[in-house]
């Protein structure tokens, strides 16, 4: 029979043309056990029901599994769906729960920093998983409800309504704490009563002579499967590489080219002020430097926690009757960033409050970020810079640990350079003045950036520390020379 006799049947007649090839053939118990639709269905619910359940924290496994687990019920339910409305119902159910995760892990690859859109996307996340994963195991346990009527077997459905349970339970034992325990200790028993009582459910309706004959389709398993999985890595992918960034407000750089201008960087050239920094100051900045008494540049950073990154600090006296300074915290790429995503910078100004110095901040925080791209330079302001109080008042304030119980004030920049832009850089300042005979102080500064595969993509800010490298910077004041 050509493939074009097939198409002209209706499924009725597809049914009764597989029973009358199939019965006249010598067909062994064992390769009737291993087609035999119901266990290879029921078998692939089961086991995705169970990869859901555990997800290993290394190499991302804990994504991976449920999300196979998702696609082997969503087939297993397929297969069962011309069986009862139950069955149909169940395929719904999982399809949908298995597009979420799709959605739900892209949209994890990307940077949501508006706090009320991240609270946007995951409240009504979590209610529809467990609506829908409830949804599916409610309709697998309806729907052998009704087939066992159909095949008039006794009703044993007490373990798919303990698996319902398990479900209902898992957000529950969430809640207080006792998730991995359960996990570890009770779940496997659980699961493997529930198997064994499971088995015996097929058993019966297999004994009782009631088939199933799974619709026919033209699109196969296997396309389902390799479509989901392919938009699932394919979305993270390009979610994790181009849209991790900041928001910025870059514009191109414009060289402030006027006699009052040019003569404070000349000024400031000759006292030793870096020359590849000077066009990098703000208008503001640089008016704050006129006349400057003195200008001390720190020590390069040669050996940085990157060969291609270093962080410089200069100090401008603005004054002399009170030692007022301008202090000027550099950072520059040397070469490309390997990837380009959020950066931050976290400064100890010098007038933080400590038991050796008495500085006092003058004025407001300034800097910005600076890159190159096309051959032209672009600038912007911060995405955020801020001060932040870190001592009694923040103590879980995960970027700097409190050692003692004074208060610590810190300044945090947040940042993105232009993808496949060069030579991004930017500086952070502040204005300080002594009012004590004491001069000595250290400032420490942090950096941080992310450098390949980020996943679940987090602002810089919440794992600081761990990508962060410390530097440490001595300043004399009036005894620098």
Not at 132 to 158: D, E, N, S, Y
Not at 412 to 431: D, I, P, T
Request: aromatic share 14%; charged share 20%; glycine share 6%.
């Amino acid at each position: 029979m050509s493939e074009r006799d097939f198409d002209r049947f209706s499924d009725e007649e597809f049914e009764r043309f597989l029973q009358d090839e199939v019965s006249g053939m010598n067909v062994t118990e064992k390769t009737v056990k291993s087609v035999n639709p119901w266990k290879k269905s029921t078998d692939m619910i089961f086991a995705g029901l169970i990869l859901q359940l555990f997800g290993i924290g290394i190499f991302y496994l804990n994504y991976i599994l449920p999300l196979v687990g998702s696609l082997l019920v969503t087939i297993g339910f397929r297969m069962l769906s011309n069986e009862n409305k139950w069955f149909k119902s169940g395929f719904v159910a999982s399809l949908l729960r298995t597009t979420a995760q799709v959605a739900c892990l892209i949209l994890e690859s990307a940077l949501i920093s508006n706090q009320s859109l991240q609270t946007f996307f995951s409240l009504p996340w979590t209610l529809i998983n467990a609506v829908l994963i409830l949804a599916t195991v409610g309709c697998l346990w309806g729907g052998f409800r009704c087939v066992q009527k159909k095949a008039g077997v006794p009703i044993r459905t007490k373990s798919l309504g303990a698996l319902f349970f398990i479900y209902l339970l898992m957000p529950i034992l969430s809640l207080i704490n006792i998730y991995f325990a359960f996990l570890l200790i009770l779940l496997p028993a659980v699961f493997i009563i529930i198997l064994v009582c499971f088995r015996r459910i097929i058993k019966d309706i297999s004994a009782s002579g009631y088939s199933i004959y799974p619709k026919a389709v033209k699109f196969p398993n296997w396309a389902i499967v390799t479509i989901f999985m392919t938009v699932a890595v394919v979305g993270v992918l390009i979610g994790n590489f181009f849209f991790t960034s900041y928001p910025m407000a870059y514009q191109p750089v414009e060289v402030y080219q006027d006699e009052e201008s040019v003569s404070i960087k000349k000024q400031l050239v000759q006292m030793n002020f870096p020359e590849q920094f000077i066009d990098d100051l703000t208008e503001k900045d640089l008016e704050e430097c006129t006349n400057p008494v003195r200008v001390v540049v720190s020590e390069r950073e040669e050996d940085g926690w990157l060969e291609e990154f270093y962080m410089q600090y200069v100090f401008v006296q603005t004054e002399a009757e009170k030692e007022t300074w301008k202090i000027f915290c550099f950072y520059n790429w040397t070469k490309s960033p390997k990837t380009y995503r959020t950066d931050c910078i976290y400064i100890e100004p010098i007038y933080n409050k400590n038991n050796q110095v008495n500085w006092e901040k003058v004025g407001d925080i300034s800097g910005r970020v600076l890159c190159e791209k096309g051959g032209k330079t672009y600038a912007s302001t911060y995405h955020s810079l801020k001060e932040t109080v870190i001592g009694q008042e923040e103590e879980q304030n995960p970027i700097y640990p409190v050692l003692d119980s004074s208060v610590r004030k810190s300044i945090l920049g947040q940042m993105s350079f232009l993808m496949g832009s060069e030579n991004c850089r930017g500086y952070v300042a502040y204005k300080v003045q002594l009012n004590s005979d004491l001069d000595l102080t250290k400032m420490h500064i942090l950096y941080g950036h992310f450098n390949g595969f980020v996943f679940p993509y987090e602002d810089i800010v919440g794992n600081f520390l761990k990508y962060a490298e410390h530097h440490e910077v001595t300043f004399y004041g009036s005894k620098s020379s």
